[in-house]
């Protein structure tokens, strides 16, 4: 059973950084494409970047592009968002997902995924 794990998530002040980690466990990371989300209050799951299975191909929505970078590390089958000059609109749950599926498409809807972690909460202050 796959099983992901996000941490990082905290209270950071507006044009600040946080860096985000998914640990994933029961399968060689390499085997999916990797996905991060954000759900807020209310609101449905967001797509905010993917990545594919080596690294080479990656996808972001265009609220974060620019600011963010998503990356993994099979080795240490972990990826990774990082989050530069955040806004207080990133105030989200961001969730991490696996897309088992065999295509090579990069994903933004998060049906799409087949595996989630718990989350993790990031509040960005004014």
């Known amino acids: 059973q796959v099983q992901l794990v996000e941490s990082g998530g905290g209270l950071v002040q507006a044009g600040g950084s946080l860096r985000l980690s998914c640990a994933v466990s029961?399968?060689?990371?390499?085997?999916?494409?990797m996905g991060w989300f954000r759900q807020a209050p209310g609101k449905e799951r967001e797509f905010v970047a993917t990545?594919?299975?080596?690294?080479?191909?990656?996808n972001y929505a265009d609220s974060v592009k620019g600011r963010f970078t998503i990356s993994r590390d099979n080795a240490k089958n972990a990826a990774y968002l990082q989050m530069n000059s955040v806004k207080p609109e990133d105030t989200s749950i961001y969730y991490c997902?696996?897309?088992?599926?065999?295509?090579?498409?990069?994903?933004?809807?998060?049906?799409?995924?087949?595996?989630w972690g718990q989350g993790t909460q990031v509040t960005v202050s004014s």
């Open positions: 029961g399968g060689p990371l390499s085997y999916y494409i």
């Open positions: 990545i594919s299975r080596n690294g080479g191909r990656t």
């Open positions: 997902g696996a897309d088992t599926d065999t295509v090579t498409i990069l994903q933004s809807n998060w049906h799409s995924y087949d595996y």
